[in-house]
């Protein structure tokens, strides 16, 4: 009963901080030998979890970026992470060393499931024979199914049609359109698959769009071996080096001269490399047919009372913006 009274928990409070500070130690003489990039010291245990704002980490990242350079460590707890910043960074790490920097860290309900390597699809899975032929696997069922034909484009076509009634049947409130454009978006997808789609308010797809939500994971590869690599993509579509404007929208980025669009080095939403986005071509497709009807049929604002929509966002896979409010008018005909 001695643990009970006071010396007896001195005794041990003092046993467990000294066990905790040889257990850190033992971390940091590992990150020492290591020769991780420069970085902030972190604390015993915590690591930088305190030395950043986990609410708006884009805009702490470009802090330690000014600080540290392009390439900088950080802790999370005891685990190493090195963060890699702006566009020639981004380009020696995804496309000079895309052998080193394509693994992904294991998965550990994989292990628990017992889900064998050629199970575990294409985003997570480690990079290797087994990635390789699915990845081989997926683009050929992509096509097989549509990708890149004048079919898909007429059912991303007659999607924004419906995204477009759906906007139409709130217009003049203050609306939040994450939810519609997160069915149209799986309407897609369900037309690509199922060659059909779903009315917005089906149980179906509205179960289908939060198992999609739910299923995004934070996916990163390792450099060195056993340290998490994390490729800060804001930091290169925000890069002050290549861009005129980089925080203002200037459409000029992406045109010559002459007012040709050309496209920019330094826009790579959709990742670079070995790992680059296999949906791109369908999401460039989205993108231009949903923008493009919705901006014909439709004026937006920021309704009365309502902040204007941030330009940070969840730092997740993907970035997600935060929530916001938009007002839709049907524009007259003729303007």
């Excluded at 409070?13 to 020492?32: E, G, N, Q, S």
């Excluded at 950043?52 to 990242?61: F, G, H, R, T, W």
């Excluded at 002050?240 to 404007?245: D, F, R, Y």
């Excluded at 008018?329 to 003729?334: D, F, K, L, N, T």
Aim: hydrophobic share 40%; with cysteine; net charge positive.
């Amino acid at each position: 009963m001695e643990l009970l009274n006071g010396t007896g928990l001195w005794s041990m409070a003092i046993f467990t901080v000294i066990f905790i500070l040889l257990v850190d130690l033992m971390h940091r003489r590992h990150r020492w030998t290591s020769r991780y990039p420069p970085g902030p010291v972190p604390w015993p245990v915590l690591g930088n979890l305190l030395q950043v704002d986990l609410s708006n980490m884009p805009y702490s990242l470009y802090k330690l970026q000014h600080r540290y350079g392009d390439v900088f460590s950080l802790q999370k707890g005891w685990k190493p992470m090195v963060i890699v910043n702006r566009l020639k960074a981004v380009q020696e790490v995804l496309v000079t060393h895309g052998e080193d920097t394509a693994d992904r860290p294991p998965v550990p309900i994989f292990k628990c499931l017992g889900v064998k390597p050629r199970s575990q699809g294409v985003i997570l899975a480690s990079y290797g024979p087994e990635w390789r032929e699915q990845r081989r696997f997926s683009v050929s069922t992509l096509r097989t199914f549509g990708m890149g034909k004048k079919s898909l484009e007429e059912w991303v076509t007659k999607e924004a049609g419906h995204l477009c009634d759906a906007f139409t049947a709130q217009a003049g409130q203050s609306i939040n359109p994450k939810a519609m454009l997160n069915k149209a978006l799986c309407n897609v997808i369900a037309s690509l698959i199922f060659a059909r789609r779903f009315e917005y308010e089906d149980p179906y797809l509205i179960r289908m769009v939060k198992l999609v939500e739910e299923s995004l994971t934070e996916v990163s590869g390792f450099i060195p071996e056993g340290t998490t690599l994390i490729i800060n993509l804001s930091s290169v579509l925000k890069d002050e080096t290549v861009w005129e404007k980089p925080h203002r929208f200037h459409p000029e980025h992406f045109l010559d001269a002459q007012g040709n669009f050309v496209k920019h080095e330094a826009f790579m939403p959709f990742s670079a490399g070995r790992r680059a986005c296999l949906g791109e071509p369908l999401a460039r497709m989205e993108l231009f047919l949903f923008f493009t009807c919705l901006l014909q049929r439709f004026s937006f604002s920021v309704p009365v009372g309502q902040p204007r929509p941030s330009t940070h966002g969840f730092f997740a896979f993907p970035v997600a913006p935060l929530p916001y409010q938009l007002c839709a008018v049907v524009r007259e005909q003729g303007l």
